[in-house]
């Protein structure tokens, strides 16, 4: 007897996280945050990565890292935006303002995916 070939549907980490974005950006266009950029990276190596650029209906440029966790271990999805994470969000942020002429004001917001839903946290961190 021939069985036929299944195909094993798992996610890759890209995709998961691909998704989460996806979950984020819907959720913070229902907020009346208008996207800009996503994935925004540095040139070469060491730099840093942007998941979203949002604009505020205030104008306020607003800095978005998704973050999602599967369960509450290890400190769930908030305590994996380390300080160094941080740094590396403000060093790629840094560098987007460059191209500027102008810089509007600006904050950094974390979108936490976990079981319980979505979380937004304005303001999460202050780029130091």
Not at 26 to 50: C, D, H, M, S, V
Not at 99 to 113: E, G, K, S, T
Request: glycine residues 8%.
């Amino acid at each position: 007897m021939v069985f036929p070939q299944i195909k094993a549907t798992v996610a890759t980490t890209k995709q998961v996280g691909d998704a989460a974005e996806d979950a984020a950006l819907q959720f913070l266009e229902k907020a009346n945050l208008r996207l800009l950029e996503r994935n925004y990276r540095t040139p070469g190596r060491g730099g840093g990565e942007i998941d979203l650029i949002m604009r505020a209906p205030d104008g306020t440029l607003v800095f978005v890292e998704v973050r999602q966790r599967r369960s509450s271990s290890h400190g769930g999805a908030a305590a994996s935006v380390s300080g160094a994470k941080q740094r590396r969000i403000v060093f790629a942020a840094r560098h987007y303002l460059m191209r500027l002429r102008q810089p509007p004001p600006c904050r950094f917001d974390v979108v936490l995916l976990e079981q319980g839903g979505i979380q937004w946290l304005q303001a999460a961190f202050d780029a130091y």
